[in-house]
């Protein structure tokens, strides 16, 4: 199994632009969730999909849509980036209600100029 | 301890020594915590978890202990090897069953 895939690994962009960051895992889990990682602080949600079908905002959901796909892939796009969203995010799988463990994606790091 | 902010507390230890990473949590009802392991560049990757029913949890060379009292959780690391150089962080479920994220701390092994 690959576990939780990303891509891309890295991307530059100009404010204004957009972009999506795509997210895959294979272990058949029910949850899926975004986070962004800043210096200094701990990760925080931006959104997640408790079930194939559904989306809710998480902490910091300004900014940013989410699709979840199907099952398997759920992912995070910006409209419009702003120099704010430079950050690395990562994207975390959850078997269902009966674990807590989320499994955790190798991560994008976005910067916008 | 963890805190939230630019600069990271740092632990520095000898190789072979053991390592004790602290966390304080915020919320009273929390019922269940993790440690995660986050090596440069790559993801948060499980280490350890614990349930509010117990006192410690042990695994392979790391043991979790939970202070429910102080709101406060510990991670040791026995034996520490240069490979347990990462950031080490704490997670509490929160009421909304989702996770709340510590900012971490920053071990070192000295070889």
């Known amino acids: 199994n690959a576990g939780v895939t990303q891509t891309p690994k890295f991307q530059v962009l100009k404010t204004g632009q957009s972009m999506t960051l795509q997210c895959a895992q294979d272990m058949n889990h029910n949850s899926m969730y975004w986070y962004r990682q800043d210096p200094g602080m701990g990760l925080r949600l931006i959104y997640y999909s408790a079930s194939e079908g559904t989306t809710d905002k998480g902490e910091v959901p300004n900014g940013y849509n989410v699709s979840r796909l199907n099952k398997r892939e759920f992912s995070l796009r910006l409209e419009s980036a702003a120099p704010s969203q430079t950050s690395v995010y990562f994207c975390a799988s959850r078997p269902g209600q009966a674990s807590n463990k989320q499994f955790f994606g190798p991560g994008t790091r976005l910067t916008v100029l | 301890g963890e805190s939230v902010g630019l600069h990271l507390p740092t632990l520095s230890v000898q190789e072979g020594d053991n390592s004790i990473i602290n966390c304080a949590y915020s919320?009273?009802?929390?019922?269940?915590f993790i440690w995660y392991k986050q090596e440069s560049g790559k993801g948060p990757q499980f280490i350890i978890d614990?349930?509010?029913?117990?006192d410690k949890r042990q695994g392979q060379r790391v043991t979790v202990l939970l202070n429910k009292t102080v709101k406060h959780l510990s991670l040791q690391i026995a034996a520490t090897q240069p490979g347990d150089s990462a950031v080490y962080f704490c997670?509490?479920?929160?009421?909304?069953?989702?996770?709340?994220f510590g900012a971490g701390t920053r071990l070192t092994v000295k070889p």
């Open positions: 997670a509490e479920k929160n009421n909304n069953n989702d996770m709340r």
């Open positions: 614990i349930r509010s029913n117990m």
């Open positions: 919320n009273s009802a929390s019922d269940y």
